[in-house]
């Protein structure tokens, strides 16, 4: 028996805040995504940079999880984090992945999929050496994604990381950066009475494809 507290299945929102047609959109979705990422940074939404992102692993079962967008270019959408992680794994036997952006207080989704790879290492240690002090030592005393006996023991290794390397810790060798280069574009925008509009872009002779989806 399915336990649903009533009031969780009464939420309802109608969409209503904009629109996404074939002639006010870009006919290529990198300069579609960069017009929305654009306007949720401009709208000051909280965290609008998050995107999850979606692996399988060996056993085909699938993953999620939220990282945080570092750059996007004609390659593809950067982000950086442990290679020895559950998703570094995963990417590592299956390099499909899936990401997604949910901007909530504009009413959109926008979807992208495609292969991963590992940027080279000088844009990852050009990254790596641009962050905040505590994140760098962070990325020497997580074992990203293992079975650890309690806090005590990132604590530990933060101290100790802090007190080997000082003001200059190098880039770990499990650490880096992934790009996935799109094979296939989603952008999803609520509309009233639930017939949201959802453009994908999809790629056909080398060249995007746009067509409309029913939702």
């Known amino acids: 028996m399915t336990h649903t507290p009533a009031a969780l299945a009464d939420l309802r929102k109608s969409y209503e805040r904009a629109e996404l047609s074939e002639d006010a959109s870009h006919a290529d979705?990198?300069?579609q995504f960069d017009q929305w990422i654009k306007e949720a940074l401009n709208a000051q939404l909280p965290e609008p940079n998050a995107m999850t992102?979606?692996?399988?692993g060996s056993d085909l079962r699938p993953s999620t999880r939220v990282v945080l967008i570092k750059g996007y270019d004609a390659r593809g959408i950067v982000w950086f984090t442990n290679y020895?992680?559950?998703k570094g794994r995963e990417l590592a036997g299956n390099p499909y992945a899936a990401l997604q952006f949910h901007w909530v207080e504009?009413?959109?989704v926008v979807r992208?999929?495609?292969?991963v790879e590992k940027v080279g290492e000088e844009e990852s240690d050009a990254y790596f050496h641009s962050r905040p002090l505590d994140s760098r030592i962070g990325a020497w005393a997580s074992p990203q994604s293992q079975?650890?006996?309690g806090r005590n023991l990132l604590l530990a290794n933060a101290a100790r990381y802090g007190a080997q390397f000082l003001l200059r810790p190098p880039r770990p060798p499990h650490w880096g950066g992934y790009?996935?280069?799109?094979e296939q574009w989603?952008?999803?925008?609520?509309r009233k009475s639930r017939l949201h509009d959802r453009l994908r872009y999809r790629q056909e002779a080398g060249a995007w494809v746009r067509e409309r989806l029913a939702p």
Request: proline share 10%.
């Open 29 to 31: 979705p990198l300069l």
């Open 112 to 115: 992208i999929e495609g292969v």
């Open 186 to 190: 989603e952008f999803w925008q609520g």
């Open 84 to 86: 020895e992680s559950r």
């Open 106 to 108: 504009l009413e959109r």
């Open 179 to 182: 790009c996935l280069k799109p």
């Open 53 to 56: 992102v979606a692996t399988v």
């Open 147 to 149: 079975v650890i006996p």
